[in-house]
C-alpha cells in the first residue's frame, strides 16, 4: 500500500505554526514512507473562503518546503457530493431535522437540568411526511443529520493506541445546513476516500469527530463498493510557553508575520518536527534528513509547549548552517558576497543583518575609540600589514601589538574591535580583518572614519 496523506485548511485565514504543525506531519510521513501528500482547501464555505487565503496558504507551504504532489478543490466537487448525499438520504442515513437553533438549544438546556448529556433526541426521525410539509410551509427549511449506528466504534490511533466511543453518547451530526451548506464532515469523507487516503494526520481536536466520521465512511465506502478506512493519528495541540492556548495570538504566530521577522523555514520545520516528541531540538536544514528521523511513534500525548525565543534560537544555529548556495539570492540582493557570509553567517540572528556587516567590511564607519585607547591604536596601526589581508595575518598582528603594548584580555581586544568595526561584538575578528582589508583597517585605528 502506497501512503497517500493530505493536509486540508479552510482557505479562512493564513496558515500559523499550530496547523502547520499538522502539514509538516503529514508531508514528513509521506516523504518517510515514500508516499504521496496531497492539498486539499476545504472551501465549502464560500462566504468565508478566498482566493486570496487559498494563495497565501499554498505561498507558505512552498515556502517552508512543503511541496504538494497533487491539489483538490472541495468547491468543484460539489456534485459529487450531491450524489452522495441523495444516497445517503435514500438510506434513511441522512435525514431531516426542522428544529430552529433556539428550539436545540432550549432541548439541551432541559437536558442538562435534568442531568442528562445534551444529546440530540432524534425527534426528527420521528416527524410524520404531513409534519414535515407543515414546517415547509411555514417556510422552514430543513438541516440534514447523518443516523449514527448508537453502537461502540474503535480506531487503532497512530498516536493514542486504542480508542473507543459508543455513538450512542453523541449526536446525530448535521452534514448540511438549512441554507444547503455542506459542513465539513461529509465532504472531508467522502474526498477521502474518493482520493484514496491511506492515513489522516490532524490535531487532537478531531478526536471527538472521528467516531462519527467513520460512520460516514462506513456508508460512504458502501456505496463506493472499494476503498479502504484510512487510519488515523490525531496529534497533541500547541500550547503557549505557560500551557495557555495559542489561539488568542495566531496572528503574530502566522507563518507570514515568522517569515516577515527574519525567521528561517528551516527554524520552524526543525522546531515543530519535534515539539511535543521524545527527540531532542535540533537544526536541521535538509528536509529529507529530518523526514527520515520522524517517527510518529514518538509523539507524545501531552500538549507541545511552544516558545518563539527557541525559535529564534534555532534560527540562529540554521543560519550558521546554511551554506551560502541555498541562499544566495537573497543574499545577492543585499550585496553579501561568499566570503562575507562565511564570515558572519555564525554570528546571525537574521540573515539580513549580514548587511550591517557588509557596511563594516565594505563600507565606511565612524570607529568608536575612547580617549585612553587613542595612542595605543595609534601604535597598533603601524603593524597592520601592507597588501591584500588574509585570516592567517590577524593573529601575528594582535601578538605584535599585544607585546609592543603590554595590553591582554579584553584590554587588548575590545579597542581594537571597536575601533575595526565600530561594534562591541560580532563576527571572529581574524575573518574581519581580512575582509576589512589593511587600508581601511589603518585608517580606522588612527580614528578615521574609513
Ligand atoms: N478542513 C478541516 C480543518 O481544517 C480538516 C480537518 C481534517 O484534517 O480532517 O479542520
Not at 502506497?2 to 514528513?28: D, E, I, K, Q, Y
Not at 467513520?214 to 490525531?234: C, N, Q, S, T
Request: proline letters at 4%; a negative charge.
Amino acid at each position: 500500500m502506497s501512503v497517500l496523506v493530505r493536509f486540508a485548511p479552510s482557505p479562512t485565514g493564513r496558515l500559523h505554526v499550530g496547523n502547520v504543525r499538522a502539514a509538516l506531519f503529514n508531508w514528513l510521513f509521506a516523504k518517510k514512507h515514500g508516499g504521496q501528500f496531497l492539498l486539499r482547501s476545504d472551501d465549502t464555505d464560500q462566504e468565508r473562503s478566498t482566493k486570496e487565503y487559498e494563495d497565501g496558504i499554498q505561498a507558505d507551504l512552498a515556502w517552508l518546503g512543503l511541496t504538494h504532489d497533487d491539489f483538490a478543490r472541495q468547491s468543484e466537487r460539489f456534485s459529487v457530493y450531491d450524489d452522495v448525499s441523495e444516497h445517503l438520504k435514500a438510506k434513511g442515513l441522512l435525514y431531516p431535522a426542522y428544529e430552529t437553533a433556539e428550539e436545540l438549544d432550549r432541548k439541551r438546556k432541559l437536558q442538562r437540568a435534568r442531568g442528562l448529556p445534551p444529546v440530540y433526541d432524534r425527534a426528527a426521525l420521528n416527524l410524520s411526511d404531513e409534519e414535515k410539509a407543515k414546517y415547509e410551509a411555514e417556510g422552514r427549511r430543513p438541516h440534514w443529520r447523518f443516523k449514527l449506528s448508537q453502537t461502540p466504534v474503535e480506531w487503532d490511533d497512530m498516536v493514542r493506541g486504542a480508542v473507543s466511543l459508543d455513538t450512542a453518547t453523541i449526536s446525530d451530526p448535521v452534514l448540511i445546513r438549512e441554507d444547503g451548506q455542506y459542513l465539513y464532515t461529509l465532504p472531508s469523507c467522502i474526498d477521502d476516500v474518493d482520493f484514496g487516503i491511506t492515513h489522516v494526520i490532524r490535531g487532537e481536536d478531531h478526536v471527538t469527530n472521528t467516531a462519527a466520521q467513520i460512520e460516514v465512511f462506513r456508508a460512504i465506502l458502501d456505496y463506493r463498493g472499494k476503498g479502504e478506512m484510512p487510519r488515523f493519528g490525531h496529534h497533541s495541540l500547541l500550547v503557549g510557553k505557560e500551557g495557555e492556548g495559542l489561539s488568542k495570538r495566531l496572528g503574530s504566530l502566522s507563518i507570514a508575520s515568522m517569515r516577515e521577522e527574519g525567521i528561517e523555514p528551516q527554524a520552524i520545520t526543525s522546531l515543530l518536527a519535534r515539539l511535543g516528541t521524545s527527540d531532542p531540538v535540533e537544526a536541521v536544514t535538509d528536509m529529507g534528513v529530518l523526514a527520515e528521523g520522524f517517527d510518529m511513534d514518538r509523539l507524545g500525548r501531552a500538549p507541545a509547549r511552544f516558545d518563539v525565543d527557541d525559535l529564534r534560537a534555532l534560527n540562529a544555529k540554521i543560519l550558521h548552517l546554511l551554506p551560502y548556495a541555498r541562499v544566495s539570492d537573497r543574499l545577492e540582493k543585499i550585496g553579501v558576497s561568499e566570503a562575507l557570509w562565511n564570515a558572519v553567517r555564525g554570528n546571525l540572528d537574521r540573515l539580513e543583518d549580514a548587511a550591517l556587516w557588509k557596511t563594516v567590511t565594505e563600507g565606511e564607519i565612524a570607529p568608536v575609540i575612547a580617549d585612553e585607547d587613542a595612542d595605543f591604536l595609534r601604535q597598533a596601526a603601524e603593524h597592520v600589514p601592507a597588501g591584500s589581508l588574509a585570516a592567517e595575518n590577524w593573529k601575528p598582528f594582535v601578538d605584535a601589538v599585544k607585546e609592543e603594548s603590554g595590553r591582554k584580555g579584553k584590554g587588548l581586544f575590545m579597542p581594537l574591535r571597536l575601533a575595526l568595526t565600530g561594534e562591541a561584538r560580532g563576527p571572529e575578528m581574524a575573518d574581519l580583518f581580512a575582509l576589512i582589508g589593511s587600508d581601511k583597517a589603518k585608517a580606522r585605528l588612527k580614528g578615521e572614519k574609513a
